[in-house]
């Protein structure tokens, strides 16, 4: 069974940093692309980030670009989201996704970016 | 960055044909196509189809995608009260270097 579980979420004031998790079992992981997507509660979707399978290739939305770093440890199945100078604005729920598209998707996981 | 524009809501009858539509530019949708993914309320996304009309095992055949030029569609036949759900298209812009989401379309099967 695919499982995709992401942790690190929480509540952080703006400014401050944060690293989400990503573990997944199931696939292949390392075989895949692997992605960050976000969503404001009653909002749409909006991508953040992807990574190839090797991690030696990676792109970035905009408004994340310089402020968040994607990576992965393909050993240990994980998938990572570095994010600094946190801002009102990226509080989200975080969804980790990949495969050979977006076929599997964790739960998400809450960022609040609040004083 | 910009995305991809849906109709914010869509009403079709029960057993009916729904048609959601995803238009975008030459960069995105009319480059490599548009994925389209089905979310329901409190869920986790969904994909349903990629590249225009692949869909991904157990999604069901009721779900096809389609493109013309810069426009994307999917159509659902046969609609169940399962069907009810937000809608969005994807696409990868080359211009970009980067996925865009369309806003979502909201399917209410009445």
């Known amino acids: 069974e695919v499982q995709l579980v992401e942790s690190g979420g929480g509540l952080v004031q703006p400014g401050e940093s944060l690293r989400l998790s990503c573990a997944a079992s199931?696939?292949?992981?390392?075989?895949?692309?692997m992605h960050w997507v976000r969503q404001v509660p009653g909002k749409g979707l909006v991508w953040v980030s992807r990574?190839?399978?090797?991690?030696?290739?990676?792109n970035y939305a905009d408004s994340v670009k310089g402020r968040f770093t994607i990576s992965r440890d393909n050993a240990k199945n994980t998938l990572f989201l570095q994010m600094n100078s946190l801002r009102v604005e990226d509080t989200a729920v975080y969804y980790c996704t990949g495969g050979p598209l977006f076929d599997y998707w964790g739960q998400g996981t809450l960022l609040t970016v609040s004083s | 960055q910009a995305g991809l524009t849906q109709p914010p809501s869509v009403s079709r009858d029960l057993r009916q044909t729904a048609t959601l539509a995803c238009t975008g530019n030459s960069n995105n949708v009319g480059n490599q196509g548009a994925a389209w993914l089905q979310q329901h309320q409190g869920h986790p996304p969904k994909l349903l189809s990629y590249r225009n009309n692949n869909r991904p095992s157990g999604i069901s055949e009721r779900f096809s995608a389609s493109r013309s030029g810069n426009t994307a569609s999917l159509t659902i036949t046969g609609l169940q009260p399962e069907d009810e759900a937000d809608y969005y298209c994807?696409?990868?812009?080359?211009?970009?270097?980067?996925?865009?989401f369309g806003e979502g379309t909201k399917l209410t099967v009445l």
């Open positions: 994807s696409a990868w812009d080359s211009s970009l270097s980067a996925w865009v």
């Open positions: 990574i190839n399978s090797d991690g030696s290739t990676t």
């Open positions: 199931g696939f292949t992981f390392s075989s895949y692309w």
